[in-house]
């Protein structure tokens, strides 16, 4: 793969390439600007990231998260630039990497449904395990497998490439290489080694387009295969580096934590001879710093710098195989040894007190219910056209009625709407359709 490929500023529904000009925002930056102002990345705000939406101590939703992503993302496309200069890469556009990061962070969770991963295992288990069993030998083994397998990853590439009815073609119209940046398992859900994938049937062909364009290397076997584009690890690498980080700090303000606990989490990851000095100036900062919260927040500002040098690292040690399509692992699994330590004990501390703490399993046990609940009701009325179904219908928003009559047509349609619902949307509607709340009448 090489940059003069992987690097355009051709937009998807668009026929021309567009042109490199001296706009005062070149075209990456318009579409982080396209994003930040749209519909779906402000229900970010109302949706939730780990622990339920704020109420006095404000902890992240995925809106929050998605700008903080995009913050590292900058920070580690930027350095990478100067990296890549220094190797003797030349190109035009080379110093918008930067920005090209940015904006795919930005729009990583934008497929997400509401109320965090159970939403994601809400919809699998419908039709894994639920009353959407019954309709799979009306779809393909591959159809059945994008809903099984359901992924908020090929859920945003859906929004911001489908033409959903009434709008432009393309989608969101975003440049190729951004939309190829945000695709983590460029792979359809029929090669999906984990439940991972990055497109459905729907959009197979559009990933197609996009990945051809931009040469990135063909893995096709017994389905549609590419290797990542070399940006995706940047955007993977901030993910990985904002929600393991900061979900500590929100631990600790919601005191599931103590300051004690957390404080040692983030000096883990400072060896006491090598960075003695960092540690003498810790210390000084921290004598200076007198609030907790503010302590702690310092801290975590030093943990993300040091995983930003040394994500950066990786990707420069492994450029030559990032560039073949030979390298797929997460940046974050080849950091140094002790920085993997340290790291591996922020893991295991979430796993074993955050995320099993009374109020994130209360959330997700709620939102499990609610999402299934809302598919039964809807993928009933689409399918069956009763009365009732009739006048359910008359709360389907009319962008996500599919043309096509198809059974997989039509879940898909209910997915779309019930993934892009708010949590408290979601919860709204809940109560309405099974008459927990009444209109007032």
Not at 20 to 40: E, G, H, K, V
Not at 82 to 106: D, F, M, N, Q, Y
Not at 219 to 234: C, D, I, Q, W
Request: aromatic share 10%; glycine share 6%.
């Amino acid at each position: 793969m090489n940059w003069n490929q992987l690097l355009s500023i051709k937009r998807l529904g668009k026929s021309s390439s567009g042109k490199i000009t001296a706009d005062s925002r070149t075209q990456f930056q318009r579409d982080y600007d396209r994003l930040i102002f749209s519909s779906p990345f402000r229900r970010l705000q109302n949706k939730t990231q780990v622990f339920p939406l704020p109420g006095s101590v404000f902890v992240h939703n995925r809106l929050t998260h998605s700008l903080e992503v995009a913050s590292v993302g900058r920070s580690l496309g930027n350095i990478v630039t100067r990296e890549l200069e220094k190797k003797g890469e030349s190109h035009p556009l080379l110093t918008e990497i930067g920005a090209v990061v940015a904006a795919a962070c930005l729009a990583h969770d934008m497929g997400n449904p509401p109320f965090g991963h159970s939403g994601e295992d809400a919809i699998k288990g419908f039709f894994k395990n639920g009353e959407g069993r019954s309709l799979k030998t009306e779809l393909t083994d591959a159809q059945w497998k994008d809903l099984t397998l359901f992924d908020g990853n090929a859920n945003a590439f859906r929004i911001l490439s489908h033409q959903f009815k009434g709008r432009r073609p393309g989608g969101f119209a975003l440049t190729y290489t951004m939309l190829a940046s945000i695709v983590k398992y460029p792979y359809e859900s029929i090669l999906a080694k984990k439940p991972k994938f990055g497109f459905f049937q729907s959009d197979k062909n559009t990933y197609k387009e996009i990945a051809e364009e931009l040469g990135l290397v063909s893995k096709t076997e017994n389905g549609l295969s590419y290797a990542r584009h070399p940006l995706v690890f940047l955007v993977e690498a901030a993910d990985d580096i904002c929600y393991q980080i900061m979900d500590i700090e929100d631990a600790h303000k919601l005191k599931i934590l103590s300051y004690t606990e957390t404080r040692q989490l983030y000096l883990n990851f400072y060896d006491k001879e090598k960075d003695a000095t960092t540690l003498k100036n810790i210390e000084k900062t921290l004598l200076e710093v007198t609030d907790p919260n503010e302590q702690i927040a310092y801290l975590r500002a030093g943990v993300i710098s040091c995983l930003v040098n040394e994500c950066v690292q990786v990707f420069i040690n492994n450029y030559e195989a990032i560039m073949n399509g030979e390298f797929s692992r997460s940046l974050m699994k080849d950091i140094s040894p002790a920085t993997k330590i340290a790291m591996d004990i922020v893991v295991d501390v979430s796993i074993s007190r955050v995320y099993s703490d009374s109020s994130v399993i209360e959330i997700e046990l709620a939102g499990y219910k609610i999402i299934s609940t809302l598919l039964k009701h809807f993928i009933d009325a689409v399918i069956n056209e009763d009365k009732y179904g009739t006048k359910l219908m008359k709360l389907f928003p009319e962008q996500f009625v599919n043309e096509n009559d198809d059974t997989y047509s039509k879940l898909q349609s209910v997915v779309d709407f019930v993934s892009g619902m708010t949590d408290v949307y979601a919860l709204d509607l809940y109560r309405k359709i099974t008459g927990i709340n009444l209109p007032i009448l």
